[in-house]
């Protein structure tokens, strides 16, 4: 659900921007603010980079986020009527989202499109709110960082400039240190002595504040990870998120939390996930100890590589899902495996039939947490890439270089 400048100016709840609001707001005519702004027409696709698109967006990410409306004519800032703006095509929207991207630095990521209308056409664009400000604009040798006046689009001066990037780096040191306490909680609710445990969790940069999660909304989002795991990985190995309960989600402090019914120290299957209000999401599983044949099992330090890529691939999906539910985009992320038991961490790689083998990977003592930065807003395609990325380099500490159980990313047509 979405609460832009109209939902606020019309004194409607969260909800779908769609064609009924933007011509309600248009009756009542809203006046353009610093996170509404009235456009009459689209930019042209050919050199949209070279328009006054990227300092639109651009404000108004620095600004806080906003959104902007093509397809209504104004008068002293008033809405005053819908007129067409034109088709807006599957080739105009990429060249918009491009110069979000290649036209800005930092690059925006996470813009919603709307269509609204078909007699006339509009098309509202929202710009996702942003700790990664002064996010500039470069035209030939010289840059600037645009910000809102309250309907205006000003430059901002040097003061503000230093001021935001001041607040961009405390802004992280804030996230960094939430995504560590996340991480040293759901790592301490677990036995380590036992088996090796795959820790995983992931912060949203900007939480949710907007609405607290349901018991539906936690199923939901346990549900389709599970489904959008099996699109990047095959279905072998042990996936955690099929060991929860993902249909009784019980309730935790400010989450939604799913796990196995402990059978014992040795429980080789031991998974436990939560999702958070704030849009926040860990994943624990034994990686050590699984199961070797019908009668025996992996010491509780050897770690098959596949278990970690399904591991991987079931907590990315998790965010995926998370991030859809709660309208966030970008998160704080740190996989780790913890091991306190005896003996080194020795990792294990699986040959075509899934028989596990040494091979060269080698024994560590501690396994280097992986920190990265996932944009679950991104299209399938390009998260895709992400997941991969993440396992990856999870089985390369351990000097293996191949992944078996995650697919490569898929070649665009």
Same mark, same amino acid.
């Given at each position: 659900?979405?609460?832009? !400048? ?19 707001? *248009? ?24 328009? &006054? ?14 959104? $902007? ?21 599957? $080739?105009?929207?990429? !060249? ?10 930092? #690059? ?19 710009? #996702? ?33 230093? /001021? ?36 995983? *969790? ?16 936690? +199923? ?7 489904? $959008? ?6 279905? *072998? ?20 939390? /799913? ?21 926040? *999401?860990?994943?624990?599983? /034994? ?25 991987? !691939? ?19 992320? +740190? ?22 083998? &040494?091979?060269?990977? +080698? ?5 280097? #947490? ?11 395609? &390009? ?7 993440? /396992? ?22």
């Amino acid at each position: 659900m979405s609460f832009t !400048a109209l939902h606020r100016a019309l004194g409607l709840p969260p909800g779908p921007l769609t064609n009924d609001v933007l011509d309600a707001a *248009v009756s009542a005519q809203v006046v353009e603010t610093h996170d509404l702004d009235w456009k009459s027409e689209l930019p042209p696709v050919s050199g949209i980079s070279q328009t &006054d698109v990227p300092k639109d967006v651009a404000a108004m990410a620095n600004s806080g986020g906003g959104v $902007i409306i093509y397809g209504v004519r104004e008068s002293q800032k008033a809405a005053t009527e819908r007129i067409d703006a034109g088709e807006f095509t599957e $080739i105009h929207e990429r !060249a918009y989202r491009s110069a979000a991207v290649t036209a800005i630095s930092p #690059p925006i990521f996470g813009l919603e499109i709307h269509r609204l209308g078909e007699d006339p056409h509009a098309v509202a664009v929202v710009v #996702p709110p942003s700790i990664d400000g002064p996010h500039l604009i470069y035209k030939n040798d010289l840059f600037g960082a645009p910000i809102r006046n309250d309907a205006d689009t000003a430059w901002m001066k040097e003061r503000q400039i230093e /001021a935001m990037y001041r607040a961009r780096f405390d802004e992280r040191l804030h996230v960094t240190q939430a995504t560590d306490s996340l991480y040293a909680e759901a790592a301490g609710y677990h036995d380590t002595s036992a088996h090796a445990l795959f820790v995983a *969790v992931a912060t949203p940069r900007i939480p949710n504040v907007s609405h607290r999660l349901s018991r539906d909304d936690a +199923r939901r989002i346990y549900r389709d990870a599970q489904k $959008i795991a099996l699109t990047y990985s095959r279905n *072998v190995g042990v996936h955690p998120l099929e060991k929860i309960e993902i249909l009784n989600p019980r309730t935790g402090l400010r989450r939604w939390v /799913a796990d196995t019914a402990p059978t014992g120290e040795a429980n080789w299957q031991e998974a436990r996930a939560s999702v958070h209000h704030d849009g926040s *999401v860990s994943l624990v599983a /034994a990686v050590g100890g699984h199961r070797k044949t019908a009668t025996e099992y992996f010491g509780g330090h050897e770690v098959e590589a596949r278990g970690i890529e399904c591991a991987v !691939a079931d907590f990315s999906a998790l965010v995926r899902a998370a991030s859809s539910v709660s309208d966030l985009s970008e998160y704080d992320v +740190r996989v780790g495996i913890e091991w306190s038991g005896i003996g080194d961490l020795r990792f294990l790689e699986n040959d075509a039939q899934g028989n596990a083998f &040494d091979s060269t990977a +080698r024994a560590l003592r501690i396994f280097s #947490p992986v920190r990265t930065t996932l944009i679950a807003s991104e299209s399938a395609r &390009d998260f895709h890439g992400q997941v991969y990325q993440l /396992a990856e380099d999870c089985v390369n500490q351990a000097g293996i270089s191949h992944l078996h159980v995650l697919d490569p990313v898929p070649e665009e047509e």
